[in-house]
T-cell receptor, first 115, second 113 residues
Framework: NAGVMQNPRHLVRRRGQEARLRCSPM?????VYWYRQLPEEGLKFMVY????????ESGMPKERFSAEFPKEGPSILRIQQVVRGDSAAYFC?????????????FGSGTQLSVL | DQQVKQNSPSLSVQEGRISILNCDYT??????FLWYKKYPAEGPTFLIS?????DKNEDGRFTVFLNKSAKHLSLHIVPSQPGDSAVYFC????????????FGTGTRLTIIP
């Protein structure tokens, strides 16, 4: 009975390296959302994907960040050339339907630390 | 621009008493509001929600009140229990904002035994 699985739980990168964060949604869920929580702040929406499609990426920084949700496999949030300001907790959430925030299940997050 | 604000970063309440967590919003396009609870090292979990056509929704010990004219909502927990100690996030959604939620900064609730 796996929930939303995110890995790794903790990721340490040096400035300029790439970070890849993975999210496996709950079984049967085809909607995936990525949120970022900076220290002392609330969660901020980044991107909403369905299988093979980016639906809304209005919260994604224009450069260095990308996301995908392929037909097979987990959703990936990729951050190129990381900087210290990218240090945050990144949460993935999934749902089975649109407009189903009550049925939005979050993973435990990936804590990214950039040295 | 913080569209959803939780002005109290922390709150301590005696076990058995009422906990009241407050949330204010500025975007009049928000039409659905939710509360999430978060334990350390875990993701947020849904607690209770309310549509803008209502002013109150109750679920067991949890009640959410919405005052649209004041753009204010509150979460009441009564009676408070030690397991309620967590960070509580208020979130809002606009019908025109696709599926995304706008979160407040959270209130850390500590229940004192």
């Amino acid at each position: 009975n796996a929930g939303v699985m995110q890995n790794p739980r903790h990721l340490v990168r040096r400035r300029g390296q790439e970070a890849r964060l993975r999210c496996s949604p709950m079984k049967g869920h085809s909607h995936v959302y990525w949120y970022r929580q900076l220290p002392e702040e609330g969660l901020k929406f980044m991107v909403y994907l369905q299988k093979e499609n980016i639906i809304d990426e209005s919260g994604m920084p224009k450069e260095r960040f990308s996301a995908e949700f392929p037909k097979e496999g987990p959703s990936i949030l990729r951050i190129q050339q990381v900087v210290r300001g990218d240090s945050a907790a990144y949460f993935c959430a999934s749902s089975a339907y649109k407009q189903s925030n009550e049925k939005l299940f979050f993973g435990s997050g990936t804590q990214l630390s950039v040295l | 621009d913080q569209q959803v604000k939780q002005n109290s970063p922390s709150l301590s309440v005696q076990e058995g008493r009422i906990s009241i967590l407050n949330c204010d919003y500025t975007n009049s396009m928000f039409d659905y509001f939710l509360w999430y609870k978060k334990y350390p090292a875990e993701g947020p979990t849904f607690l209770i929600s309310i549509s803008s056509i209502k002013d109150k929704n109750e679920d067991g010990r949890f009640t959410v009140f919405l005052n649209k004219s004041a753009k204010h909502l509150s979460l009441h927990i009564v009676p408070s229990q030690p397991g309620d100690s967590a960070v509580y996030f208020c979130a809002a959604r606009s019908n025109f904002g696709n599926e995304k939620l706008t979160f407040g900064t959270g209130t850390r609730l500590t229940i004192i035994p």
